[in-house]
């Protein structure tokens, strides 16, 4: 170990053990010791030295409140203090001094845990702040060298060590990164990022070093807006606290009149100060700020940046929830929906010779084809003579054939195959990637940017909280927004939107209700700023939308906002449940006191414990609330990883159930009878395995989190549906065995059992994504 290292550890164990005091706790400190001498003094027989040092005490409370008390004028507030400065100042006028210093006591551990309570609640947002990047290893012709992350350019290569924070945005140049993201995320588990994958600053390098070719400037990268936003959150502006502010307003000259009443009923003095005593310090203003900066760090610690507690605030209030649709209810990129082939050709064939096209292509959608290949365990070969025409596609030679992948031409006739793939592509609002050999269509590949899987669940739960109504306001067309806006039970849709229309949306739904509105793009971030609260998906999104935002998303889940949501509204209610109650307790002890029944030092002794539970009660919102996702355990979540990634294995065979169902529309033939007996095979060895290890292993694991086995019922009874589809099947396959052909009964019968089981393997498969496979992060 250097000694630079050694001394960086040092300097760490010195500040963690040596931490210098704060007025709070050097103020507990004297009050605590004037009052354990009394104490002492009046035990001993000292009743004098005893009021010496409770008087003290009492003095050296005094004396600061008196600077709170002038801070808060000056700002024009009239605040509690007021009450506890008159409580002391009486208790020396009366002589009750061991309530004077009881007083002190409970004011200086009133503000001690306050100033606590702070800081934990904070320390996630703090946390933030610290870990941004500082420098970053630029490599040059000459070597590496290390510079401030703030010098770094847009194409500069980077050096990020084991260890380090990536300190700007960029790709992975080198070997594939294993990335630690929590701090951006919220989830644990380390990611890894290929060459040529995208790499968001402020992340930490979980693996080995590998090079990093940057993308934006430090001020421009992901990590650098998000500390711009953390160093705006703060609970000042959250209308709760002010509503707290106002209650105290009226609590001051409430406590005087109250006093200022019983000691003119009952000629004392002491009960006029027993009644200032119990109403000091007001749990009001220590409720409210402390339960929102602990729902700011609570949703700091779940990738949620709030601005202000403000916000936060507003967002427990909503009543209305508008959202764009691509990259905030949709993934935001394209992927494979299906694969059609032309008679001879088979699914998976079509899309491993389209994938070995599009493999060279920068296209969005030519990466989707790409990926859906890799996937799928499909082996792609490498096209000769390939060149690519902006718009049209790409072309190459493989396997001695010239083929092209991308837009058919305009006016060729299509085959009766070919028209039906358009007819779905224009129901499904799908793109159609068509795959020619020798100029002639062989199959095609049909695009969509799918819903996420966790979008349903997440409305759902957003409704749970409040939510009455849910708009999609969008600028793609009509029809696939309508088609998604059913799939989520959505109030209404707006389509074909331009971004002032999105604006005139937001302030036309404001006028009924408070307002969120979410999104992700650049034409998103007039409509945030116009909401009474602005989201962002701030991971993949732009950084105007993210700058425009009252909240960030910082993970790529939208789910998140629904944590956020019950985080809020939780936040809300523990507030004003704090302070109302705190504040309903002390005026059943001032009543007391105006009455004699509490003399100032049980009084005091009373609302020390009311201001101690009223915090205490504040920081619940700390604490890890599971009832919008229930916990799993990690044997239970890598069963659903498991199981979600052989979903994606087992899209071939859902297109090939739908290829053999096509098949058998154009006749009973050999080559059709052959598909189905391939689907049998794929059924057979394939799926349903898959499905006997999710009802026996995976539906069990549930169980249990979910409520019992009737939760999974309606699941298992899919799995029943599909196993007797697959025997019919087989049956069928069976009766034709024995001249090779089918009746004309057997095929309608067979071909409805094909498109009953692609349907209802769809739908499954869709459920179980939606409702069991998005509880895992």
């Known amino acids: ?45 000292a009743p004098a030295l005893a009021d010496l040092c409770w008087a003290l005490g009492t003095v050296a409370a005094v004396i600061p409140a008196v600077g709170w008390v002038l801070e808060t004028l000056r700002r024009g507030n009239a605040g509690v203090d007021v ?91 080198s070997a594939p990164a294993v990335l630690d993201e929590s701090v951006l995320t919220g989830e644990p588990l380390a990611v890894e990022r290929a060459p040529e994958e995208s790499v968001r600053s402020g992340v930490v390098n979980a693996g080995g070093a590998f090079e990093l070719r ?9 990590y650098a807006g998000i500390v711009r936003l953390a160093r705006q959150a703060g609970a000042e502006s959250a209308p709760v606290v002010r509503l707290a502010d106002r209650y105290a307003a009226c609590f001051v000259p409430l406590s005087l009149a109250a006093a200022g009443l019983a000691w003119l009923v009952s000629g004392s003095a002491v009960r006029a100060v ?13 409720a409210a700020p402390v339960a929102v900066v602990s729902g700011l760090s609570r949703a700091s610690r779940l990738g949620v940046v709030v601005r202000d507690g403000g916000a936060l605030e507003n967002l427990g209030r909503a009543r209305t929830l508008l959202l764009d649709k691509t990259g905030t209810l949709t993934g935001g990129h394209p992927r494979v929906l299906d694969v059609a082939a032309a008679p001879r050709w088979q699914p998976a064939q079509v899309l491993r010779l389209a994938a070995s096209l599009d493999q060279y292509s920068p296209h969005v959608l030519a990466q989707a ?14 096209p000769a003579d390939m060149s690519e025409e902006p718009g049209r596609g790409a072309s190459g030679t493989l396997a001695g054939r010239r083929m092209t992948i991308g837009r058919r031409p305009d006016h060729a006739r299509l085959p009766d195959w070919a028209r039906s793939v358009e007819n779905r592509a224009l129901l499904d609002g799908a793109a159609v990637a068509w795959l020619s050999v020798d100029g002639r269509p062989v199959g095609a590949v049909l695009l969509r940017d799918p819903l996420r899987p966790d979008a349903p669940r997440t409305l759902r739960r957003l409704r749970a909280s409040g939510i009455a109504r849910l708009v999609m306001i969008t600028g793609d067309r009509a029809a696939p927004a309508r088609e998604v806006g059913a799939v989520l039970g959505l109030d209404d849709v707006r389509a074909g939107l331009t971004p002032a229309d999105k604006v005139a949306a937001v302030r036309a739904e404001r006028e009924r209700a408070v307002t969120v509105m979410v999104g992700d793009g650049v034409n998103d971030a007039p409509a945030l700023a116009a909401a009474d609260i602005g989201v962002a998906m701030g991971a993949r999104g732009s950084t105007a ?18 944590d956020a949501g019950a985080i809020a509204v939780r936040t809300r209610r523990i507030a004003v449940q704090s302070a109302l109650g705190g504040m309903l307790l002390s005026l059943a002890a001032m009543t007391a006191a105006a009455f004699g029944l509490l003399p100032p030092a049980t009084g005091a002794l009373l609302q020390e414990g009311i201001d101690v ?21 990690p044997s ?41 007996r391939e689907v049998h095979r794929l059924l057979t060895e394939r799926l349903l395995p898959h499905e006997y290890a999710e009802e026996h292993q995976l539906y069990p694991a549930l169980a249990p989190t979910l409520g019992g086995p009737e939760a999974t019922a309606t699941m298992s009874r899919a799995h029943a549906e599909i196993e007797r589809l697959a025997l019919r099947i087989a049956t069928h396959l069976t009766l034709a065995g024995r001249d090779g052909s089918l009746s004309p009964e057997q095929l309608d019968d067979l071909r409805a059992c094909l498109y009953g089981l692609h349907s209802v393997l769809r739908l499954h498969f869709t459920q179980e994504e939606e409702s069991y496979f998005s509880l895992a992060p």
């Open 274 to 286: 027993a009644v200032l005593v119990v109403a000091t310090p007001c749990p009001l203003l220590l």
């Open 1 to 45: 170990m250097d000694r630079g290292t050694t001394r960086k550890r040092l300097r760490r164990l010195y500040a963690a053990l040596f931490v210098p005091p704060t007025p709070e706790s050097v103020l507990l400190c004297l009050t605590t010791a004037a009052l354990v001498a009394g104490g002492v003094f009046r035990l001993a027989g």
């Open 214 to 222: 940057a993308t934006a400037t430090e001020q421009d990268s992901t």
């Open 636 to 676: 239970t979540e890598a069963l659903i990883r498991r199981f979600a990634a052989e979903h994606d294995d087992l899209r071939d065979v859902l297109d090939a159930v739908r290829d053999a169902a096509d098949r058998l529309s154009d006749g009973a033939g050999p080559r059709s009878l052959a598909a189905v």
């Open 613 to 633: 539970a009223v915090i205490l009660n504040a920081l619940r919102v700390l604490r890890d609330d599971r009832q919008g996702r229930p916990a799993l355990p």
């Open 545 to 562: 939308s993210s700058e425009a935002a009252d909240i960030v998303l910082t993970t790529d889940r939208v789910d998140r906002l629904a």
């Open 83 to 173: 009450i506890a400065v008159l409580a002391l100042g009486g208790t020396l006028a009366v002589r009750e001094y061991l309530a004077g210093a009881l007083i002190a006591l409970m004011l200086a551990s009133g503000r001690t845990l306050e100033a606590a309570a702070q800081r934990r609640a904070s320390h996630d947002l703090r946390a933030l702040l610290e870990r941004a990047p500082r420098t970053a290893r630029i490599t040059t012709g000459s070597g590496v060298r290390t510079v401030p992350s703030a010098e770094v350019a847009v194409g500069d290569l980077l050096v990020v060590g084991p260890g380090e924070v990536v300190p700007v945005d960029g790709r992975v140049v």
């Open 369 to 382: 084809v790409v990926d859906a290949a890799r996937e799928r365990g499909l082996r792609l070969s490498v």
